[in-house]
Structures are given as structure tokens and as C-alpha cells.
């Protein structure tokens, strides 16, 4: 079956860098993609790996390694508004299967 | 403004008693789907569509119909809910134009069954 991993919850301080790891094991692969999930909000796209290295975007960063089924997602410079759930989602052909989520929580 | 948009945002309905949510995209996008979200289990994928008149089933699609008329909407059908469908809802659109289209989520349909 389609197994994707995450930590349930972490816990950071502002101003900080937190690494929220993804492995995944599933029947085939066509990218990874990370979403960020306020409570109560609808989740929005944050970056997409679909060969291996690092990808940076501003504050975010996601790697990927195919061989070894993991990625993870970097966040620099923590912030308040940082608070909110990380979603790791890997795109088999045409389904989508995703993580439970990481709850991370920015304290000041 | 570029959106997915679904209705109603909160339903409260009883077993048995047939409902609609529907989605509609303004993209243009070719790729809609439909997903539940339970505590503890993530988002889950029950129908996806890549075209008018496509669609095909996802991972939980049991007790969910859907259809594709037209290639802006996109609606999800609960011939006779049970209390085990009482979930937070979410359609979802993508260009697909390759596979790095990234999902853009609707605001989500929160549905009780009593």
C-alpha cells in the first residue's frame, strides 16, 4: 500500500530553522509536494521536488532523494505566522496521497 | 480572481437524506478532485477527474459519486450519507500540464452526519 510519513507535531522558537521530514513509500512516483495548512484554512502550495536536491524558495527549502523514499521541508527565520500544519503529498500518475501532517508551533 | 470554490461551507444533514457539495474552478484547469479530511489520517483523495467526462476513483471512494459535465464544476454526491462520512471536505483543482501542477484548494465543506 501507499505509506506517507510525518512527525505528528514539533515545536520551534522564532527567529529559528526546523526541518520537518516526509518518507514515503508508495507504487510509483511523479513529484513531491509540500503544503502548508492554517487551522481551519484550506491548504496552499509551497514548493515540488520531483528530482533529487534541494529546491529553495525564499525562507523555504525542500530536498529529495528518491533512492532513500525521504524530503524534507526547511524553514529559516521562523515566524509567528509560521504556526500551522505541513502537509507532504507525493503524486502517484494521477492520484494523490498524503501525509497526516506536521502541527508545528512557533513560540516567541 | 483565480479560485476553486465550493458550497456550502458547513451541512448538517441525517442519514439517508441525499446531498450535493459542489466545486467550480475559474483556471480553466483540467485535473479536479476531491478530498476528506479526518484527524489523524491526513487528506484522503475520493475521485479525481482529468478531463470532461474522465473520472476515475481515488482512495476512498465508496459512498461518493461524482461527475464531470462540464470542465469548471466538479460535484460530489452522497446518494445516502452515513455518520462515517461526517468529515472536512476539499476540492481541488490543477492545470496538469505535467506533473508538477500544484492542487488549488477550495475553502472546504464541513459535513456532519447525524
Known amino acids: 500500500g501507499q505509506n506517507i510519513d510525518q512527525p505528528t507535531e514539533m515545536t520551534a522558537t522564532e527567529g529559528a530553522i526546523v526541518q520537518i521530514n516526509c518518507t514515503y513509500q508508495t507504487s510509483g512516483f511523479n513529484g513531491l509536494f509540500w503544503y502548508q495548512q492554517h487551522a481551519g484554512e484550506a491548504p496552499t502550495f509551497l514548493s515540488y521536488?520531483?528530482?533529487?536536491g534541494l529546491e529553495e524558495k525564499g525562507r523555504f527549502s525542500s530536498f529529495l532523494s528518491r533512492s532513500k523514499g525521504y524530503s524534507y521541508l526547511l524553514l529559516k527565520e521562523l515566524q509567528m505566522k509560521d504556526s500551522a500544519s505541513y502537509l507532504c503529498?507525493?503524486?502517484?500518475?494521477?492520484?494523490?496521497?498524503f501525509g497526516s501532517g506536521t502541527k508545528l508551533n512557533v513560540k516567541p | 480572481e483565480a479560485q476553486v470554490t465550493q458550497n456550502p461551507r458547513y451541512l448538517i444533514t441525517v442519514t439517508g437524506k441525499k446531498l450535493t457539495v459542489t466545486c467550480s474552478q475559474n483556471m480553466n484547469h483540467e485535473y479536479m478532485s476531491w478530498y476528506r479530511q479526518d484527524p489523524g489520517l491526513g487528506l484522503r483523495q475520493i475521485y479525481y477527474?482529468?478531463?470532461?467526462?474522465?473520472?476515475d476513483k481515488g482512495d476512498v471512494p465508496e459512498g461518493y459519486k461524482v461527475s464531470r459535465k462540464e470542465k469548471r464544476n466538479f460535484p460530489l454526491i452522497l446518494e445516502s450519507p452515513s455518520p462515517n462520512q461526517t468529515s472536512l471536505y476539499f476540492c481541488?483543482?490543477?492545470?496538469?500540464?505535467?506533473?508538477?501542477?500544484?492542487?488549488?484548494f477550495g475553502n472546504g465543506t464541513r459535513l456532519t452526519v447525524t
Open positions: 521536488n520531483v528530482l533529487d
Open positions: 477527474s482529468m478531463n470532461v467526462e474522465v473520472t
Open positions: 481541488a483543482s490543477s492545470l496538469d500540464r505535467g506533473g508538477n501542477s500544484p492542487l488549488h
Open positions: 503529498a507525493v503524486r502517484d500518475f494521477n492520484k494523490f496521497y
